[in-house]
């Protein structure tokens, strides 16, 4: 049953050092207030889990609480690269950065099959690409019809923190807009952590949205506006402004600590 | 009407696109020549965005695969696994539009690495959703810019593999795969030497080398609109 928490409570209990860590949504509900918790507490070691890194990776790997990176698309959408990822795999500041990297056909079939308790999902993908040698997946062959395919093994993280729009007093989750990843996440983690805008009476019936159970989920937080600069329909607009500026902050180490220092180490508010 | 050469590349490349064609689209330069053809001659077109907007009709630009503008106006929303298993596995896309960083004579594109995968010069992106866009759309509209970083004999990182019916437009003109990459047209102004030195390789050219129609007034109009708005 969910536990309807606080936010530096629920990271406190669910993130361990040298745990694994997947905080999704794909652009949207992309949960920054709890990736920034995560920098507050420390942790360390951390094998961060993400189809699209994103800023909230770039910021997570910067800090220091990454020493591995499972991902199949890192870059800061329309603008260009995520400076301190590069920083790190390129000249291994502040410390090296294992990767492993996949398509994203691949990791969302790797979800889904930690969320359908599979050891592995069968897709058309990696063949004859330099990718296939060079990360975790394998041939296949079809017991039925021969053909050859590609399996990739589950993901199973310890921990899985999504972003939604809101949630109700018990804890079930109601989201909507891009659902992504999101669903797959909660149900593949050893624990999760669905952090919210707002905690509401009822959770009235929405188009196209989906509602995870109370039960399913480990811990449910309010966070509002915890999703900026990504966003959360219906509540706010995706900040573009803020991640094209984010092109200057992250690419010189010292303006990127100070930002950090700044917004989120002595700051427990959203952003902006 | 004036023009750059940006400009030029973007309307060649929409206008690769047909109407009521199913279209998986790329961020970037591709979304920008999709909209233009949904806006021109292809008001029928449906792009999906892999963030699993099905149908998206921007009114401007996104400057990512998820703002909520393609949400808004898409036909249906779905997760991540059901656009990729269902919609590009199962054999519903007609055109991917793909950008990269480069690009070898067969069409194979880099957008991972440049140098050593473990020692890279340059780290780029990843893969992304490209390579089986790539590899199960029926047909693949490749843009990017043509210069010797990008036209490379050496691919650092088969990202994605070339597709058998792929179109590569370039802000010097249009190649198509037959085999390999043969220049068919090269855009106005645009001489056949400066398509050769902006190959790392020797370029194969059409017998019957043409040269593209220059955008419309309509065309430069919508396009600047788009970028505008």
């Known amino acids: 049953m969910a536990d309807v928490t606080t936010l530096p409570e629920a990271i406190r209990a669910l993130v361990r050092d040298g745990d694994s860590v997947a905080l999704e949504g794909f652009t949207h509900l992309i949960p920054f207030a709890a990736g920034h918790e995560i920098v507050r507490q420390g942790r360390r070691d951390l094998e961060l889990i993400r189809m699209t890194p994103d800023l909230i990776y770039d910021q997570l790997i910067g800090m220091g609480c990454a020493r591995r990176l499972v991902f199949s698309w890192g870059g800061n959408p329309g603008v260009g690269s995520l400076h301190r990822l590069r920083d790190a795999v390129e000249n291994g500041w502040p410390g090296p950065l294992e990767l492993e990297e996949h398509s994203h056909a691949g990791m969302a079939n790797r979800y889904a099959a930690g969320a359908s308790n599979l050891p592995f999902a069968v897709l058309r993908g990696y063949r004859g690409t330099d990718l296939e040698p060079r990360t975790n997946v394998a041939p296949i062959t079809c017991p039925f019809t021969g053909e050859e395919l590609t399996a990739v093994p589950a993901l199973r993280p310890d921990v899985g923190i999504v972003h939604a729009q809101r949630a109700d007093r018990e804890g079930n989750v109601q989201l909507w807009g891009i659902v992504g990843i999101q669903k797959e996440v909660v149900l593949a983690a050893e624990r999760s952590l669905v952090t919210v805008e707002e905690i509401v009476d009822d959770l009235e019936p929405r188009p196209g949205a989906i509602v995870i159970p109370k039960w399913a989920i480990t811990a449910v937080a309010e966070a509002p506006r915890g999703a900026h600069p990504s966003y959360a329909h219906s509540y706010y607009d995706r900040d573009n402004d803020f991640y094209k500026a984010w092109d200057a902050i992250a690419r010189d180490r010292d303006a990127f600590k100070a930002w950090m220092e700044e917004h989120v180490l002595w700051s427990t508010t959203p952003t902006r | ?229």
């Not at chain 2, 750059?4 to 009521?20: K, P």
């Not at chain 2, 965005?49 to 106006?73: C, F, M, N, V």
């Not at chain 2, 370039?170 to 102004?189: F, I």
């Open chain 2, 1 to 229: 009407m004036e023009h750059d050469a940006d400009e030029m590349m973007t309307v060649a490349a929409a206008r690769e696109l047909r109407d009521g064609e199913v279209c998986f689209v790329g961020i970037g330069l591709p979304s920008t020549a999709a909209n233009l053809a949904r806006g021109m001659h292809a008001p029928e077109v449906v792009l999906i965005y892999e963030s699993g907007t099905i149908g998206s009709k921007p009114t401007r630009l996104p400057l990512s695969i998820g703002d909520g503008d393609l949400a808004e106006t898409a036909d249906s929303v779905v997760s991540v696994p059901e656009i990729f298993n269902y919609w590009l596995q199962g054999g519903r896309i007609d055109v991917g539009f793909l950008g990269a960083a480069q690009i070898d004579r067969h069409g194979n594109l880099n957008s991972t690495v440049i140098g050593a995968y473990d020692e890279p010069k340059v780290r780029l992106p990843g893969a992304g959703g490209a390579p089986e866009i790539a590899a199960q759309a029926r047909r693949v509209i490749t843009i990017i810019r043509q210069s010797p970083r990008s036209f490379v004999s050496e691919i650092g990182f088969k990202s994605s593999l070339g597709a058998a019916d792929q179109v590569v437009i370039t802000d010097l003109g249009v190649l198509r795969r037959d085999g390999e990459l043969t220049l068919e047209k090269l855009h106005p102004g645009v001489t056949l030497e400066q398509a050769r030195e902006a190959t790392g390789w020797d370029l194969r050219v059409a017998d019957d080398l043409s040269e593209t129609e220059p955008p419309t007034a309509e065309e430069l109009r919508l396009l600047r609109e788009l970028k505008a708005a």
